[in-house]
T-cell receptor, first 116, second 115 residues
């Protein structure tokens, strides 16, 4: 079964509004989660590393004020796309590792965001 | 800088036959991990197989095996006895060094299994 749950799976929002995507680790504590973005027919691009209790670490070129990440608990990280624009439409997917030195990360189901 | 290269944008294979998906990597780290993930059209990422840089044996998981050639920096995925349900995107990924679980992904290979 799924070890990482992501919600919502699909979301449509109006341009200029904000939308929040949740990523939950099920039955385990994830001190670190990751947020990826995937454009159609392209690979996953790491956006940021979400650390529980501290600020997220953003990859180069990712606007931290645009993509707000909050990791308030050991089982929940949220990505908020603020003032969304149509070019923010994409597939967003989170991941978490089962343990600090885990070899494998598990992904959420992903969230399809469409900004109209 | 670390890099993952998948040179096959798309592959076809006949059902029940084996197929090899290519992956080469570039890293200066001595310790690293290599992974393959399957992404069906639904978008979820499904972990398939893992190979550690110090593992002497090639990893195997059911019908999946990883042909790890360290000197050539290649980590090809072999799928034996292909099934129609294997049709999906396949991503090769690398974990950058010890003490981190930051991953980089290749551009993927779209596999189509033909009946």
């Amino acid at each position: 079964g799924a070890v990482v749950s992501q919600h919502p799976s699909w979301v449509i929002c109006k341009s200029g509004t904000s939308v929040k995507i949740e990523c939950r680790s099920l039955d385990f504590q994830a001190t670190t989660m990751f947020w990826y973005r995937q454009f159609p027919k392209q690979s996953l691009m790491l956006m940021a590393t979400s650390n529980e209790g501290s600020k997220a670490t953003y990859e180069q070129g990712v606007e931290k004020d645009k993509f707000l990440i909050n990791h308030a608990s050991l089982t929940l990280s949220t990505l908020t796309v603020t003032s969304a624009h149509p070019e923010d439409s994409s597939f967003y997917i989170c991941s978490a590792s089962l343990k600090p030195s885990g070899n494998t990360i598990y992904f959420g189901e992903g969230s399809w965001l469409t900004v109209v | 800088a670390q890099k993952i290269t998948q040179t096959q944008p798309g592959m076809f294979v006949q059902e029940k036959e084996a197929v090899t998906l290519d992956c080469t990597y570039d890293t200066s780290d001595q310790s690293y991990g290599l992974f393959w993930y399957k992404q069906p059209s639904s978008g979820e990422m499904i972990f398939l197989i893992y190979q550690g840089s110090y593992d002497e044996q090639n990893a195997t998981e059911g019908r999946y095996s990883l042909n790890f050639q360290k000197a050539r920096k290649s980590a090809n995925l072999v799928i034996s006895a292909s099934q129609l349900g294997d049709s999906a995107m396949y991503f090769c990924a690398m974990r950058e060094g010890p003490g981190t679980y930051k991953y980089i992904f290749g551009t993927g290979t779209r596999l189509k299994v033909l009946a």
